[in-house]
């Protein structure tokens, strides 16, 4: 099944069928990588433009690494959050990068809705790399991606995701999408980060770690994003750390096989201990950021497809 759209702003709305063929491609982009080929020609021509509103390592760097191993011009611009009046800048950006005629634009941006609004504006394929707290959707894709190498299937397993649910736009793509391929989704953390109407998405909602953590096949953990909060919804690191930190003792609740996953960047001590994010079997998180850039070729790939011919 083709991709159904000319962008990828989000997982919420796609089927099955369009996950499963990017998780599919990016299986083989994954093998090819390993391999230590490439594939250069495919993206000749065309320009890729890393727009970074708000910090980030391996996102921009898996993009720029997954548009060269393609073949792509790729271009990247910082600009610092603080500096800018958003919705200005990003209409006049709009124009900047119409005028470039780019081709790809993957932009990263603090607000909701900013890379959808941007859509709009530009002729090229745009990709969120992360909206505030709305979603991640390729770093959902490299999640899955990462488990199905483990677990073969996603369906039926049951992933538990926690910590700090309700600033994470990691967490809501990984709940969309884990949901429509037929996963059980838990959702373990304080009252006061957990989203009001998470269960509405489909997902057991569970404040104690041993009780969410209970049978789990996937233990998926979660930066406190303390740059999203307004107030304080968190005592303090240690405390957080004592109750809903991953250690030895509450991950021994999961299944034996259970692999332990973090987006990045970790806070360790804060919500992982060292010893389980560094665990030579259990810890998948090295092969996380290997799986992005596997991903992400996929997903400037089924889009460039979708692209008017090369200039
Ligand atoms: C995440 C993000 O930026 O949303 N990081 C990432 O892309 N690997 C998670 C986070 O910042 O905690």
């Given at each position: 099944m083709s991709h159904p759209s000319k962008h990828l702003l989000a997982i919420e709305g796609l089927e099955p069928p369009h996950i499963a063929d990017l998780l599919d491609l990016a299986e083989s982009?994954?093998?090819?990588?390993?391999?230590?080929k490439t594939q250069r020609d495919l993206l000749k021509g065309r320009t890729l433009i890393n727009l970074f509103f708000e910090d980030s390592t391996r996102t921009r760097t898996s993009f720029e690494l997954a548009g060269k191993?393609?073949?792509?011009?790729?271009?990247?611009?910082?600009?610092?959050?603080?500096?800018v009046n958003k919705g200005e800048t990003l209409l006049d950006t709009a124009s900047t990068l119409n005028a470039m005629q780019c081709d790809l634009l993957v932009i990263r941006h603090a607000q909701s809705g900013a890379p959808a609004l941007l859509s709009q504006k530009v002729d090229a394929a745009v990709i969120n790399a992360g909206d505030g707290t709305h979603e991640h959707p390729t770093q959902a894709l490299l999640d899955a991606l990462t488990i199905r190498r483990?677990?073969?299937?996603?369906?039926?397993?049951?992933?538990?995701?926690?910590?700090?649910?309700?600033?994470?736009r990691v967490a809501r793509s990984n709940i969309h999408l884990l949901t429509t391929m037929g996963s059980?989704?838990?959702?373990?953390?304080?009252?006061?980060?957990?989203?009001?109407?998470?269960?509405?998405?489909?997902?057991?909602?569970?404040?104690?770690?041993?009780?969410g953590l209970k049978d789990a096949d996937v233990v998926m953990m979660l930066r406190l994003q303390r740059e999203r909060m307004s107030g304080g919804l968190v005592p303090s690191a240690r405390e957080f750390f004592r109750f809903y930190g991953l250690d030895a003792e509450k991950l021994a609740h999961a299944k034996p096989d259970s692999i332990v996953m973090h987006p990045g960047p970790m806070n360790r001590g804060v919500e992982i201990d060292?010893?389980?994010?560094?665990?030579?079997?259990?810890?998948?998180?090295?092969?996380?950021v290997e799986m992005g850039v596997a991903c992400r070729m996929a997903v400037l790939d089924v889009l460039a497809r979708r692209l008017p011919r090369n200039r």
């Open positions: 982009y994954a093998l090819l990588n390993r391999s230590g191993r393609l073949g792509a011009d790729v271009i990247n611009m910082s600009v610092s959050t603080s500096s483990h677990k073969g299937s996603l369906e039926g397993l049951i992933v538990a995701i926690c910590g700090d649910i309700a600033h994470s059980r989704v838990r959702i373990i953390g304080p009252p006061t980060l957990i989203p009001a109407d998470v269960a509405r998405l489909g997902v057991e909602v569970f404040h104690d770690m041993k009780a060292s010893a389980i994010a560094d665990h030579p079997t259990r810890s998948v998180i090295g092969e996380q």
